[in-house]
């Protein structure tokens, strides 16, 4: 039995370094995307861009604008003020219009998100279908991450690449890489994020981001149901419920509390713990921040060490 565990241990290590420099492309990007909550990928790590430019190219085209003309075209002057803030903290923010955009799941919507964030070169996609208010939420939406991570430097949190020769931690990290840890991480991010910026939005600039509230209610409905997922993934569904709660209200409204998981319940209870505390009149600083991220993690089982954030 030993011999055939070293076998196995000598055969994915050589797997890994044959892999290697995709697997460094990959983890990368396992969290470089910002956006509406509960949706979940279902393609794994065979394409960590899903929810980027890659899949919607094959969905149909894209059409990028210059930034401010497209903002002007909108005609919405609390929009216009929250875009110059924004790019007063980074600048050459992209904005494109996405043709036929779907969902990450067949059932769910996904109509905008923020990728090129570990670059420092964010770009916001939104669905061409969205109607001109919808559109007005949707890129404010995502304005407001930009600005949570470059002005308040509250970053998206990915995996550490182990460094070379560290066998042990690089087998560990190679047997893990099944786990949904796009969706876990981004989940972190972006639900710590949405505590702070939906008041933010209505109290600085009077903007309603009732399209991420419609959609995080349709789709929690839809992905707490699915009882296909992995560890990662019911934790990411348990942060979900957390934000549902507060955001929305009760979870029960909306899925059966008796089918959910023991995963789903222990994340659900360490988020109250960790973030319970988060609200835009109590924006974290950044050290505050990333260790609540890592001591929620570190809670889960996962080594803080194992963690680092971007950009």
Same mark, same amino acid.
């Given at each position: 039995?030993?011999?055939?565990?070293?076998?196995?241990?000598?055969?994915?290590?050589?797997?890994?370094?044959?892999?290697?420099?995709?697997? #460094?492309?990959? !983890?990368? /990007?396992?969290? +470089?995307? $910002? @956006?509406?909550?509960?949706?979940?990928?279902?393609?794994?790590?065979?394409?960590?861009?899903?929810?980027?430019?890659?899949?919607?190219?094959?969905?149909?085209?894209?059409?990028?604008?210059?930034?401010?003309?497209?903002?002007?075209?909108?005609?919405?002057?609390?929009?216009?003020?929250?875009?110059?803030?924004?790019?007063?903290?980074?600048?050459?923010?992209?904005?494109?219009?996405?043709?036929?955009?779907?969902?990450?799941?067949?059932?769910?919507?996904?109509?905008?998100?923020?990728?090129?964030?570990?670059? #420092?070169?964010? !770009?916001? /996609?939104?669905? +061409?279908? $969205? @109607?001109?208010?919808?559109?007005?939420?949707?890129?404010?939406?995502?304005?407001?991450?930009?600005?949570?991570?470059?002005?308040?430097?509250?970053?998206?949190?990915?995996?550490?690449?182990?460094?070379?020769?560290?066998?042990?931690?690089?087998?560990?990290?190679?047997?893990?890489?099944?786990?949904?840890?796009?969706?876990?991480?981004?989940?972190?991010?972006?639900?710590?994020?949405?505590?702070?910026?939906?008041?933010?939005?209505?109290?600085?600039?009077?903007?309603?981001?009732?399209?991420?509230?419609?959609?995080?209610?349709?789709?929690?409905?839809?992905?707490?149901?699915?009882?296909?997922?992995?560890?990662?993934?019911?934790?990411?569904?348990?942060?979900?419920?957390?934000?549902?709660?507060?955001?929305?209200?009760?979870?029960?409204?909306?899925?059966?509390?008796?089918?959910?998981?023991?995963?789903?319940?222990?994340?659900?209870?360490?988020?109250?713990?960790?973030?319970?505390?988060?609200?835009?009149?109590?924006?974290?600083?950044?050290?505050?921040?990333?260790?609540?991220?890592?001591?929620?993690?570190?809670?889960?089982?996962?080594?803080?060490?194992?963690?680092?954030?971007?950009?």
């Amino acid at each position: 039995m030993r011999n055939a565990n070293v076998a196995q241990s000598v055969g994915a290590l050589g797997s890994l370094k044959r892999n290697w420099k995709k697997i #460094q492309i990959q !983890v990368g /990007q396992v969290s +470089d995307c $910002l @956006g509406y909550s509960g949706m979940k990928s279902d393609t794994g790590d065979k394409n960590l861009n899903d929810r980027a430019s890659f899949s919607t190219i094959k969905e149909g085209s894209i059409v990028s604008f210059k930034n401010s003309f497209y903002i002007a075209c909108l005609d919405s002057e609390p929009l216009r003020k929250l875009f110059h803030e924004t790019t007063s903290y980074v600048q050459n923010v992209k904005i494109e219009v996405v043709h036929n955009r779907k969902g990450c799941q067949s059932r769910e919507e996904h109509p905008a998100s923020t990728i090129g964030l570990v670059l #420092q070169r964010p !770009v916001i /996609q939104i669905a +061409d279908w $969205l @109607g001109k208010q919808q559109r007005i939420e949707a890129i404010a939406h995502e304005l407001a991450h930009l600005l949570l991570v470059y002005r308040s430097g509250l970053g998206v949190v990915g995996r550490r690449i182990p460094r070379p020769g560290h066998s042990e931690d690089i087998f560990r990290f190679f047997m893990s890489m099944k786990g949904d840890w796009i969706y876990l991480l981004g989940q972190v991010s972006n639900t710590v994020h949405h505590l702070i910026l939906i008041d933010f939005l209505k109290q600085e600039y009077g903007i309603e981001d009732d399209l991420h509230t419609y959609l995080l209610h349709q789709n929690f409905c839809v992905s707490a149901n699915d009882e296909g997922r992995d560890k990662e993934s019911q934790y990411g569904m348990g942060l979900v419920a957390f934000e549902y709660e507060r955001l929305i209200g009760k979870i029960d409204r909306a899925i059966n509390v008796q089918h959910q998981s023991e995963l789903f319940w222990e994340a659900y209870h360490l988020a109250q713990k960790h973030f319970g505390k988060y609200c835009f009149q109590s924006i974290p600083a950044p050290a505050c921040y990333q260790e609540d991220i890592l001591s929620f993690l570190e809670d889960l089982g996962y080594p803080k060490e194992d963690f680092i954030f971007f950009p």
